[in-house]
């Protein structure tokens, strides 16, 4: 016989799936200590702990909710306490392969099993009818009470409810979770596989007349403004929405004038359902979701998402999440103007939904269904596509439907994420359009897209992207003509997109304006939301990020759960801020004349909005003004005059409008910036390049040679002294520790391991020339790696002016670049720049530019420009796995300051009026090498890296290749810097 848990069958036992909405039915909450043991296989500890009297006193203690492989385990018998985290036994982290052998629906007999025991008390005047739910248990259980078995199931992220004939007083509940099962074939996300019972148990009274099941038809009508709600039930019940004069029975319908529900206004109506013995709360939103000439809208006007993929994750509890934790999310995601998620890759807590309703974000649901691992083999035996599993595919979207059909923030059900295809696909379509023909359907992997409403891709360039903007993509493989030909109809949304992984997205923007630019985008969703990195401490106690490389079990899906907006304890990324102002919801473009309004919003005006004014002189603020902004209405467009003062400036010039909330709201006190807009009005000359000539006397100079403030090293020609600061360098620098984005996808892209074939890490200097004339001095080199016969042919040539030097670089690029083993063509530099090392002391860094976050060429429009003032330690961003950080583009000068050290400045020059820098305690090459945070030293100096350029960002880690125009390219290249200390 089949055991239970290598079966096709979804479950056995359980209630039919309904709605999850509070009501005052009585609520005996389950969670708290349980006892627990862990066995091998999945008998467990055998056949006797349901039992009543079993004595499990010599068990372990055990949190529930909770993932059994991140708690420790104290046993009660004594004994030292245990954690599995970095162990076999432990959370496992694979991408697409399956942990198990891929022989569905079977497991293997090595199948952690966890025997679950709780005595509870029922309280005396409990009712009879009681219904257990279990929220989420990973990946299969079977359920006992006082001895009796009530049912089992399988679908991780969704709940079951077993009907649990309680006794009064004593009652013993035992479970049985398998970390193994037939369910494991469909839950294949790239993800932890993180066992238990992580989301809550409840004990429900259930006396005759509750209502069990209701529906909330709640559609909106936005020619008319008329909202119109039917509420259907399993029990006879009364509808009453006090604020709409609504009182109705269950099956009647009401037509009334309402606000409808959005994402920018999510307007809810409270009432209640109540039947004789039970009242269900209802939280109504009246709104229209509907597909129009390929266009996805909402209440009528199109929706350009500008989402986020969510998986829920914490770094100490897996998927085990308070409510707390949930509201953080949603705040945080709406602050950077966020309006929608995709419940990456299952259902969330259903709590999350409700707070969605509540704080306004449009939801794509996505039902617990992956099988990405059946790639391995060839797609054999894929269970959407083998009429075996269609009862337990259709049972997982039947109870996401079932449960979350009442929520107006949801508007499209996903069916799966990377399943490919199989005719099962077509049957859940076809029911989820019987059951709820309000929301349309998606499923991204199909190529046919016949059971999508949507066409749907991950991570396309931006030139493919806009070409599907313009309905003229290329038509994929193995699709009919006819298939082919409604694919073109629909509407295009992108599930994923900026594969935000270490240091990056970049092109946020470049997205957003392609996404706007085109109706028949609604809009796209970033990978991810949140790092999956786990909290951990290595053997001599020092607390680290845990990624997949830190466990040793194949297969292994590495650092790909480090692909964040924030980090895995929410502090957010710099990539945050890039996205909050690419995804404004109100675009504020000044100019010199005045400010321009566009609100992208989808339903909201601009009343809500203060918008105000500053004008700053580098950087320090010199006059400044509310605006009179007319309410600009959703999709229109404004123009206001700004009454600058005439200000005679001393430096830079900029004019800033911001959009700040006006009043308080859920998600933010009022003057939360919600978008920001900024104007150059007038610019100092920048700095002219002094002249110099070829003529007059040259001397080789002696030990040591001089020019203005500077002394120059005669062998090396390096400055050594710049008026009382001693230093060394300028180097050429032609190397970045690469970025995840750098590494690429597989061999795909991966500029990093170009870069080290080809010795960018590990270049030697060679000077050839160190020539003193009248006016300058002439150091002529070539910067060239061990093992090659490439290198950079360097001329710098100084000039002094007044206090400082000024430093003309030229460089040639010799060849022939392409003889590595690799035989790239297209060898790039990751920069092009001068490094110095400068004393430790130096701690502080002043600059006027784009901050005061990390910045690079791809992604800084999200910084704005003006003088910052960070201490140099603080110029890090720590990123859990090191790699290039801290970059500053578009700096026109920067100071560097500490104690005992004179003031070094930097500027730009005529031609060349700014730079890049970073200002770190460690050189690229110790970034390269560390493998955490904590492996980075302070070497003892600060290492200052002034970059004519650097490349962009991307994010290539799963992406396209970074964009041509972000490239550094190997050609011909001059600038010039100017230095002063003191
Ligand atoms: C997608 C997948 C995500 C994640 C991402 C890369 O293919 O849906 O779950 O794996 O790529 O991080």
């Known amino acids: 016989m089949t055991a239970y848990w290598e079966s096709t069958a979804p479950g056995a036992g359980r209630r039919p799936a309904r709605a999850d909405a509070p009501s005052d039915a009585r609520v005996l909450s389950l969670n708290g200590t349980w006892r627990f043991r862990l066995a091998p296989t999945a008998d467990g500890t055998g056949p006797g702990f349901v039992a009543d009297g079993f004595d499990d006193s010599g068990w372990d203690e055990m949190r529930v909710p909770s993932h059994w492989v991140l708690e420790e385990f104290t046993p009660l018998a004594g004994g030292p306490a245990r954690s599995m985290l970095g162990t076999a036994e432990g959370p496992l982290y694979t991408n697409t392969a399956y942990p198990i052998p891929l022989d569905p629906p079977h497991v293997s007999t090595e199948n952690p099993t966890g025997d679950y025991r709780l005595v509870f008390e029922l309280?005396?005047?409990?009712?009879?009818?009681?219904?257990?739910?279990?929220?989420?248990?990973?990946?299969?259980?079977?359920?006992?009470?006082?001895?009796?078995?009530?049912?089992?199931?399988?679908?991780?992220?969704?709940?079951?409810?077993?009907?649990?004939?309680?006794?009064?007083?004593?009652?013993v509940l035992a479970v049985r979770v398998h970390r193994w099962s037939s369910g494991t074939y469909l839950e294949d996300q790239d993800m932890w596989w993180l066992p238990g019972i992580f989301r809550d148990v409840e004990l429900i009274e259930r006396p005759p007349g509750a209502i069990d099941d209701h529906y909330v038809h709640a559609d909106y009508d936005h020619e008319t403004g008329t909202g119109t709600l039917r509420v259907d039930a399993t029990t006879e019940a009364v509808v009453e929405i006090p604020e709409l004069g609504i009182r109705m029975a269950t099956g009647e319908t009401a037509r009334v004038p309402v606000e409808p529900w959005s994402a920018d206004v999510p307007r809810l109506y409270r009432g209640t359902l109540r039947s004789t013995v039970e009242t269900v709360e209802l939280a109504v939103g009246f709104r229209h979701v509907e597909i129009t000439g390929g266009v996805f809208t909402v209440n009528g006007r199109p929706v350009t998402f500008r989402g986020v993929n969510r998986h829920e994750h914490h770094p100490d509890t897996g998927r085990t999440l308070d409510r707390e934790t949930m509201v953080q999310d949603i705040v945080a995601m709406k602050r950077a103007n966020v309006d929608a998620v995709r419940t990456s890759h299952y259902p969330p807590h259903p709590e999350f939904l409700r707070l969605c309703d509540e704080y306004g974000l449009w939801v794509l649901e996505e039902c617990d269904l992956e099988t990405h691992g059946f790639i391995y083999a060839g797609w054999e035996k894929n269970p959407p596509a083998d009429p075996a599993w269609r009862d337990a595919l259709l049972d997982r979207v039947r109870r996401m439907v079932e449960r979350d059909k009442n929520h107006p923030s949801v508007v499209i059900w996903s069916l799966a994420n990377e399943s490919w295809t199989g005719e099962t696909f077509t049957v859940l379509r076809q029911w989820v359009a019987d059951r709820d023909p309000s929301r349309p359907v998606l499923y991204e992997r199909d190529p046919s897209y016949r059971d999508s409403d949507f066409y749907s891709l991950m991570y396309p360039s931006l030139e493919d992207l806009d070409r599907i903007g313009r309905r003229a993509e290329d038509t994929p493989d193995g699709v009919t003509p006819a298939e082919d030909e409604r694919r073109r109809s629909l509407p295009f949304l992108l599930v994923e997109y900026a594969h935000a992984m270490g240091n990056g997205p970049g092109s946020l923007q470049d997205y957003r304006r392609i996404m706007l630019e085109h109706d028949r985008i609604c809009g796209g969703f970033v990978w991810e939301w949140i790092d999956l990195g786990i909290n951990a401490v290595t053997a001599d106690g020092t607390a680290h990020v845990m990624h997949g490389e830190d466990i040793d079990y194949e297969p292994c899906g590495g650092r790909f759960n480090l692909d964040g907006l924030?980090?895995?304890?929410?502090?957010p990324t710099p990539a945050l801020a890039e996205l909050a102002k690419a995804y404004e919801p109100v675009r504020v473009t000044v100019g010199a004349d005045g400010v321009l309004v566009d609100n992208l919003r989808h339903?909201?005006?601009?009343?809500?909005?203060?918008?105000?004014?500053?004008?700053?002189?580098?950087?320090?603020?010199?006059?400044?003004?509310?605006?009179?902004?007319?309410?600009?209405?959703?999709?229109?467009?404004?123009?206001?005059?700004?009454p600058v003062p005439a200000h005679p400036p001393r430096g830079t010039l900029v004019l800033t409008v911001e959009a700040r909330t006006a009043a308080d709201a859920v998600w933010a006190p009022a003057g939360h910036v919600v978008a920001w807009g900024q104007h150059v009005l007038a610019e100092p000359p920048v700095r002219p390049l002094p002249r110099w000539s070829d003529d007059g006397d040259r001397a080789p100079g002696g030990a040591d040679v001089t020019l203005g403030p500077g002394t120059f090293d005669a062998a090396t020609g390096r400055l050594v002294r710049l008026g009382d600061l001693a230093l060394d360098g300028p180097v050429l620098d032609v190397h970045r520790a690469p970025t995840e984005n750098d590494h690429g996808q597989g061999d795909l892209n991966d500029l990093a391991s170009v870069w080290s074939a080809t010795g960018l890490d590990r270049m030697l200097h060679r000077t050839d020339l160190v020539e003193r004339a009248d006016d300058h001095l002439r150091v002529a080199g070539r910067t060239a790696p061990t093992t090659h016969a490439h290198g950079v042919d360097w001329t710098m040539l100084w000039q002094p002016d007044g206090a400082a030097l000024v430093l003309t670089v030229e460089v040639e690029l010799t060849g022939p670049w392409a003889d590595t083993p690799h035989r790239h063509r297209d060898i790039l530099l990751p920069r092009l720049g001068l490094r110095l090392s400068l004393p430790s002391a130096y701690a502080r860094a002043r600059w006027f530019g784009r901050g005061p976050g990390e910045t690079y060429v791809d992604s800084f429009e999200g910084s704005r420009l003006g003088t910052f003032d960070r201490a140099v330690d603080d110029l890090q961003t720590p990123y859990p796995v090191p790699q290039e950080n801290g970059n500053h583009v578009q700096t026109r000068w920067l100071e560097l300051t500490g104690k005992d050290v004179p003031p070094l400045r930097v500027d730009g020059v005529e031609g060349y009026p700014t730079f890049d820098f970073t200002a770190r305690r460690w050189t690229s090459q110790d970034l390269q090498r560390a493998r955490k945070p904590h492996d980075l030293r302070d070497s003892g100096r600060v290492w200052l890296n002034l970059d004519h350029r650097q490349q962009g960002i991307g994010s290539a880690s799963v992406g396209p290749a970074l964009p041509e125009r972000y490239r550094v390219p190997r050609e011909r290249t001059t600038w010039s810097v100017r230095l002063q200390a003191g």
């Open 123 to 171: 309280p005396d005047d409990w009712v009879d009818g009681t219904v257990l739910r279990f929220q989420g248990v990973d990946s299969c259980a079977k359920v006992w009470l006082n001895g009796t078995e009530l049912g089992w199931s399988t679908g991780s992220r969704l709940p079951f409810e077993l009907d649990a004939p309680v006794r009064p007083g004593r009652n």
């Open 566 to 571: 924030l980090f895995s304890d929410r502090t």
């Open 603 to 642: 339903t909201a005006d601009t009343s809500d909005l203060t918008f105000t004014w500053t004008l700053t002189d580098d950087g320090e603020p010199v006059a400044d003004g509310v605006l009179d902004v007319p309410a600009v209405g959703a999709g229109g467009q404004g123009r206001v005059a700004v």
